[in-house]
């Protein structure tokens, strides 16, 4: 076990506004209103901050134009981007800059108008010469390859990845801040229009405006707040590419090396953790995930996933918010999927809340199956 472990706390969280917000909010307001909103909930205020840590594709120094916003000026601040999972990287950082003394209050925010402003024109992709000439449509044929490559090599049928849509959407009929809620099943999903073999458009996350902040604190401040602390048990981080042309396997993401270096910290295995959110960009995402952190068998994904065990009422609890592909998905997602598995240990999740909780994962995932990191979460009963 690390010798960080539970050294700090997630106090506070809060979505910025979710849908379509433009043109009256810009990237930067969801930004401070997602950490304005997180302070709130936690009972702290913006002079108590000295740590800022934020990431975003519509901003090159978002940490400079945060701080500015908010007429605040932290003595420690991150903005690594290494994409949806920049938020669980940025836990990792937290657990080392409280350690040293550099900060003791901190939030982790984001902020997004993808949907308001189209998605390539909120994206930083930078131009990439050895794979445009080929004309993929970005991300969904990297992730539809890995999907491709999965059902090829284990027989992977592809109603067993509507499957995951179909949980994701009953999942989100209980929150009431998801974005889509009608009715779907595994045909619908089948039947939606094409987008990169084997996706359908159902296969494939939503483009949201949103965004949201968390806030971090020890766990002797902690004590003294509105809300049920959350401790950092253990986190894993691991880069693997950049294109997907040079995916050492298709079928294995990072997710693999993250994974049990985030268990290897907290001192638990994948039969103690009660709930899991996980990156869900594509159908493909979660099968994934649930291999290679170790919740089934590498090639038997699409076996676990059948027959609704990840839905509600089944045998693990998955993506309790609807996830990206139905709950909301503003770009880089890793910080709404941290949001909820600390929402599900405070108990404060309403309809959705599942029994008894205290060990969550969030699992973000960046790039094109590129970057990946895992946080444990657990409640004080865990210490």
């Known amino acids: 076990m690390s010798d960080l472990r539970g050294n700090i706390a997630i106090v506070g969280t809060a979505e910025s506004d979710l849908g379509t917000v433009a043109p009256d909010m810009s990237p930067i307001d969801l930004v401070a209103q997602g950490i304005v909103r997180a302070l709130d909930d936690c009972g702290l205020e913006l002079k108590d901050v000295d740590g800022l840590f934020a990431a975003m594709s519509q901003s090159r120094m978002v940490a400079l134009s945060t701080a500015e916003y908010l007429g605040i000026q932290p003595s420690y601040f991150d903005s690594t981007q290494i994409g949806g999972s920049s938020f669980m990287a940025h836990i990792t950082h937290a657990q080392a800059a409280v350690a040293a003394g550099l900060c003791e209050v901190v939030v982790v925010a984001y902020g997004s108008t993808q949907r308001s402003v189209s998605r ?8 990439n010469p050895w794979e445009d000439p080929y004309k993929p449509m970005q991300p969904p044929s990297s992730y539809a390859l890995a999907a491709s490559r ?18 994701a959407r009953e999942w989100a009929k209980l929150n009431p801040k998801a974005f889509r809620q009608e009715d779907m099943t595994v045909k619908d999903v089948l039947d939606a229009p094409i987008i990169s073999y084997p996706f359908t458009v159902r ?21 003294d707040l509105k809300q049920k602390p959350v401790y950092v048990l253990g986190t894993g981080e691991a880069i693997t590419h950049a294109m997907i042309s040079q ?62 065990r990840i839905a509600p009422g089944g045998e693990l609890a998955v993506n309790t918010s609807g996830g990206g592909l139905s709950y909301c998905h503003p770009g880089m997602y890793g910080l709404l999927v941290l949001i909820e598995a600390a929402r599900q240990i405070q108990g ?22 590129s970057s990946q990191c895992t946080v444990i979460l657990g409640s004080a009963a865990t210490l």
């Open 203 to 223: 296969d494939c996350c939503l483009v949201t405006d949103g965004g949201g902040a968390i806030v971090i604190t020890t766990p002797e401040r902690a004590k």
């Open 150 to 167: 999965h059902m090829h090599q284990y027989g992977t049928k592809r109603e067993q990845l509507a499957e995951v849509a179909v949980a």
């Open 348 to 369: 404060v999740c309403g309809e959705r809340q599942q029994d008894g909780v205290e060990l969550a994962l969030a699992h973000g995932n960046g790039g094109v199956l």
């Open 120 to 127: 390539a024109a909120a994206s930083a992709r930078e131009p």
């Open 247 to 308: 995916m050492p396997d298709l079928t294995v993401t990072g997710a693999a090396i993250s994974g049990p270096l985030a268990f290897g910290k907290a001192g638990v295995g994948p039969a103690d953790i009660d709930v899991l959110a996980l990156y869900d960009a594509f159908t493909v995402n979660t099968m994934l995930f649930l291999e290679d952190l170790g919740f089934c068998k590498k090639g038997e994904g699409g076996h676990f996933v059948s027959g609704g």
